[in-house]
């Protein structure tokens, strides 16, 4: 299959024929935020037009109910296009997910007028709960992605990054049970659940001089009782932990359980650490797919981080790592302008239905579509990621043959 500049602007000339549709998708998923799991509206709205393009959707992917597949075409190269729309507690969409959801849309709607030609199927991907829960790796242990050979989504932010790099991630709930009191008649009777959470977060502070650079905690307390003149016999934390690999990682896990346990020990309570949602794993950007958009971005004016500051500056944490951890994937930054303000801050919020936050939603499904034409374009480059794909399917194969 010889490359075509044909290709490449017909997807561009798409987008902007759905420009207006993008847009006002964009700002009714971002006036109506909802939380993870509970995105309802923003899952039928990111449907609504491939549905009507005459995309094939599954509602409820991978037993997820806010989580749909919708595909066209029907070539060997399957390209998943994920789109996440959940917002943040009390600050709505400061990550702008509405920006990820219409961008998405457009680039599957924009490859979708090529399909045929370049011998692909388009996947747009329904992701629910990135902030809270790993929807993508729900997914993937759901055989959603078992047939897709490569994925794309991008994220907005405060600047332009083509090899955008994240942390891997674990979250869990802290529960100390002790023993209720009144606080002033029989005080020595009870056994305080929130000193075990003083403790736990004191031993945390004090770790934080012997981390291992890259990684980090952040936590909240959730439950510190209910009434000051009740012994509290429960309380609860809510940690994450963050690292730049999945061995970084469990080495802090290993040192804030300890810390956590040093809590019960020294107040004589029991506790109790739970899992929250699934690990995230550390994003592993394509290289070829990543320079491909670096010279997207450049053609249309954008000024990406250069290559050796990638690598310095985290996007923090997503569930998209685990799928590049099996695939090939990009998940670039595309900057709009938030005087200053970054992801998970109230300016970003407003920022995200801004004139520049339109343009990261047009400019970015050119920019995804383009690149994954490249793809399809590029006879060596196709071949790999279909390689890749036949060989993830044939250790799956082997997998469920040793379970059988």
């Not at 006036?31 to 799991?37: I, K, S, T």
């Not at 290993?254 to 004589?268: D, N, Y």
């Amino acid at each position: 299959m010889m490359p075509t500049g044909d290709a490449l602007q017909t997807v561009t000339d798409a987008v902007a024929r759905h420009r207006a549709d993008l847009i006002s998708l964009s700002h009714s998923i971002h006036a109506e935020p909802e939380l993870a799991f509970a995105e309802h509206r923003s899952c039928a709205k990111t449907q609504a037009l491939v549905a009507e393009r005459g995309f094939q959707v599954t509602p409820a992917a991978g037993g997820l109910d806010t989580a749909f597949r919708a595909d066209y075409g029907s070539g060997e190269l399957v390209i998943g296009i994920c789109a996440e729309y959940d917002a943040l507690p009390g600050i709505g969409h400061a990550c702008g997910h509405n920006i990820i959801a219409a961008s998405a849309v457009g680039t599957a709607l924009a490859l979708a007028e090529v399909a045929d030609e370049i011998g692909i199927t388009v996947a747009l991907i329904g992701t629910p709960a990135e902030e809270a829960g790993g929807g993508k790796a729900l997914l993937l242990n759901a055989g959603v992605f078992d047939d897709v050979a490569a994925s794309v989504m991008l994220h907005p932010g405060p600047v332009d990054i083509a090899g955008a790099r994240s942390l891997a991630l674990s979250e869990v709930s802290v529960a100390y049970r002790g023993r209720e009191s009144h606080a002033a008649v029989a005080p020595y009777l009870g056994i305080n659940a929130a000193d075990a959470v003083t403790v736990a977060q004191v031993a945390i502070g004090l770790l934080r001089q012997q981390l291992t650079p890259g990684q980090m905690m952040h936590g909240i307390v959730t439950d510190g009782g209910q009434a000051p003149n009740v012994i509290p016999a429960h309380a609860e934390l809510l940690y994450t932990m963050r690292a730049t690999d999945s061995a970084s990682l469990d080495e802090l896990e290993v040192r804030m359980f300890s810390c956590f346990a040093a809590g019960a020990l020294a107040a004589g309570c029991t506790h109790e650490v739970t899992e929250v949602s699934p690990r995230y794993d550390a994003l592993t950007p394509d290289p070829w797919l990543t320079t491909v958009f670096r010279a997207e971005m450049e053609r249309l004016g954008r000024t990406p981080l250069p290559m050796d500051l990638e690598v310095s500056v985290p996007l923090g944490s997503t569930d998209m790592g685990n799928v590049t951890q099996v695939m090939p994937g990009v998940h670039p930054v595309v900057g709009i302008e938030a005087n200053g303000a970054s992801i998970h801050q109230p300016e970003f919020t407003a920022a995200a239905a801004g004139p520049s936050a339109d343009k990261a939603v047009t400019e970015g499904s050119i920019m995804l579509a383009r690149t994954v034409v490249a793809l399809a374009q590029a006879p060596g480059e196709r071949a790999r990621v279909l390689q890749k794909m036949a060989d993830r399917a044939a250790v799956q194969q082997q997998v469920k043959a040793g379970r059988g």
